[in-house]
């Protein structure tokens, strides 16, 4: 995409806005698709939190990806988006039995990362195939924040615990037809990673009956010029020949199945904010947009870094901002960053704004969520509508009779 076409979405749909782009999607999943076109059977399914739109879904789904789900919500999106309920895992933390029976009822696969839920589970449910999550106990990532494999994380089952584990599997007789991982975000060494990757196998050698290995994600993307990246050609071709290798072993052709999200849509995405006001201090020059971490809250939340760019003004000499937003609280996007000269109405683009952006939006200070905006095949397709007075009061119940009535009362007083 162009800085024109950006330009001329802000001005037809109006700023601020979300814009993603297909065609990237589309390259960065066959660029992963390819890394392992040496397995013989590849899954991937897409890590709907990373952006759930149900148009991005439906694009999804169209390349021929599956889904990974966190939530009863987003298996509900994922059938809405027309994906098949054998296509969907669903990998959840922390919630309820009852959700997971509801998800079970779906048809999708189940995945557990308790040995409680699973015991219950196993017990009223022993025909229902399940995938167990492992945590390795090793962390791929460089972000405590994004990294999940850790001994401290809530997720997943500790390897320490694999006898317990087998012995539920025994006493409920339960069926176990998968093996799951997820080290966390931004993989940085490759080598890390597939040392967890034994780890896994060495667990999955416990099951006789899976149907597939799934190694999670967490794919590293690039924030800024010369920023380090997921080898995934790299990482393609080993962890494809040890795979292969396994499977002799195991004696059964297994499915290998990522799940990746970020590094599918993060590039794909531009977040578009115009400038409300540029403003001297006696050390720092502020351009405040009309955002704030109600819209974009990765910045303040994780210490992410966005490149942002001047739409408006691609070719001015650089300058030193500090971006911010205009929430009452401390919303910096960016410290002192060099960018083409900013004045009062220009729009500011934030890149790689198609992972966990949106869907970490809210209404806070009563402020509005974005529209969202998909550049499909040249054109742009509004695929959510800016939100308006009314949807803050949607589910709002005004209790004003309640109050005229007392002060109705004080005033009889």
């Not at 069926?175 to 999955?204: P, Q, R």
Request: negative net charge; charged residues 20%.
């Amino acid at each position: 995409m162009q800085a024109l076409d950006l330009l001329k979405i802000t001005k037809d749909f109006g700023a601020p806005v979300y814009v993603y782009d297909a065609q990237k999607i589309n390259s960065q999943f066959k660029r992963l698709t390819d890394a392992f076109k040496g397995v013989g059977n590849l899954r991937l399914n897409y890590a709907a939190k990373a952006l759930s739109n149900i148009s991005i879904l439906r694009l999804m789904n169209s390349l021929g990806s599956g889904l990974d789900t966190v939530s009863i919500q987003e298996v509900q999106l994922g059938l809405l988006a027309g994906f098949k309920p054998e296509s969907i895992i669903y990998t959840p933390n922390g919630v309820s039995l009852e959700e997971i029976e509801e998800a079970a009822a779906l048809g999708v696969q189940i995945n557990i990362d308790n040995l409680s839920v699973l015991e219950q589970f196993g017990s009223k449910h022993p025909d229902v195939p399940v995938c167990i999550r492992i945590n390795p106990h090793v962390m791929a990532g460089g972000n405590s924040n994004i990294s999940v494999g850790h001994i401290d994380s809530k997720f997943g089952i500790s390897i320490h615990q694999i006898p317990h584990l087998l012995r539920i599997v025994a006493l409920t007789k339960m069926n176990i037809n998968g093996i799951h991982m997820h080290t966390g975000s931004d993989i940085l060494d490759i080598d890390v990673f597939l040392y967890a990757s034994e780890i896994l196998f060495e667990t999955a050698k416990n099951f006789k009956n899976l149907d597939f290995i799934d190694f999670g994600s967490g794919f590293k993307v690039p924030y800024k010029v010369g920023d380090i990246e997921t080898n995934v050609e790299e990482l393609g071709k080993k962890l494809t020949q040890r795979f292969n290798e396994f499977c002799v072993e195991y004696g059964k052709e297994l499915t290998l199945a990522f799940e990746p999200g970020k590094f599918l849509v993060s590039e794909a995405g531009y977040f578009l904010a115009k400038v409300n006001v540029v403003k001297q201090t006696t050390s720092t020059v502020f351009a405040s947009v009309d955002s704030g971490f109600n819209h974009l809250i990765r910045p303040m939340l994780y210490g992410s870094q966005h490149e942002i760019i001047n739409v408006s003004n691609p070719s001015g000499r650089e300058r030193y901002y500090s971006v911010v937003g205009y929430i009452c609280e401390t919303d910096t996007f960016g410290s002192n960053r060099r960018i083409n000269e900013i004045s009062e109405g220009d729009i500011l683009a934030f890149k790689n704004a198609g992972a966990y952006c949106f869907t970490m939006a809210s209404n806070y200070n009563s402020r509005y969520r974005p529209a969202e905006v998909l550049w499909h095949d040249g054109k742009a397709h509004l695929i959510r509508q800016r939100e308006t007075f009314d949807d803050i009061l949607k589910n709002q119940i005004d209790t004003k009779d309640l109050f005229e009535l007392k002060r109705e009362k004080v005033s009889a007083k």
